[in-house]
């Protein structure tokens, strides 16, 4: 079993930055790749971000390349996503999840722990 535990989430003005942080528990962390999910009113969950299990392999949907940065710090069982030049459109419930998978994947469906979701909006 795992607990995920998001943080960091707020009200920023469009053009602002936000640190999210994801604490996981209960499972060697280092060992999972991890990945960032974000669901705005009335939409599906989106793949966000993902990053492999050492770090040293990250993929982002094409919408928040070059502005969301994610990273991992495995003695401390945290992932964080760093998001700079906020839009209006990235205004949604951020959740962070482990994957089943060996390798980081896009795929919602390759995930099976998530957590409770930390709110973003962003005000343009």
């Known amino acids: 079993q795992v607990q995920l535990q998001e943080s960091g989430g707020g009200l920023v003005q469009a053009g602002g930055s936000l640190r999210l942080s994801c604490a996981a528990s209960?499972?060697?962390?280092?060992?999972?790749?991890m990945g960032w999910f974000r669901q705005a009113p009335g939409k599906e969950r989106e793949f966000v971000a993902s990053?492999?299990?050492?770090?040293?392999?990250?993929n982002y949907r094409s919408s928040v390349k070059g502005r969301f940065t994610i990273s991992r710090d495995n003695a401390k069982n945290t992932v964080y996503l760093q998001m700079n030049s906020l839009k209006s459109e990235d205004t949604a419930i951020y959740y962070c999840?482990?994957?089943?998978?060996?390798?980081?994947?896009?795929?919602?469906?390759?995930?099976?722990?998530w957590g409770q979701g930390t709110q973003v909006t962003v005000s343009s």
């Open positions: 999840a482990v994957s089943r998978k060996r390798i980081s994947t896009p795929a919602r469906n390759d995930y099976d722990f």
């Open positions: 209960g499972r060697t962390f280092s060992t999972v790749p």
């Open positions: 990053i492999s299990a050492s770090g040293g392999t990250t």
